[in-house]
């Protein structure tokens, strides 16, 4: 049986989204997001408490694109793709730190303005609207 590499995680972004292009011409969305866990307490009396991970997350190509403009602070989101570990040399220590590669990333969360998040404008039907505010074309 072969390895199996991947993760779902719901978070808020942490700040707006960069999007970079790499030499070839590719674009590349950076973005962080913040999850939060609420810890039940462990005696009677004691409060609740929120524990928060923080992950950074890289979209590439035309994903990255199409979605970079709506990836803004404080915008949840849901983010899927696959666990990638970085390791590199510090001063004579070895470092690394593990980053999501996003399959997909898709937006959350509820209305602004009276509509979907990132939504297009409704559809305008092209017909003219008559003094009382419906539609001229009625077929009944």
Known sequence: MSDYNHVGIIGRLTRDAEIKYTNAGTAVCNFSIACNKSIPPKNDGDEWTTEVSYFDVTLWGKKAEGKAK???????????????????????????????????????????????????PPKQSGLPKAADGFEDDIPF
């Open 70 to 120: 709506f990836l803004t602070k404080g915008k949840q989101v849901l983010v899927e793709g696959e666990l990638k570990q970085d390791r590199w040399e510090q001063e004579g220590q070895a470092r690394s730190k593990v980053k999501i590669t996003a399959e997909n990333v898709q937006l959350l969360g509820g209305k602004e303005n009276g509509k979907e998040e990132g939504a297009p």
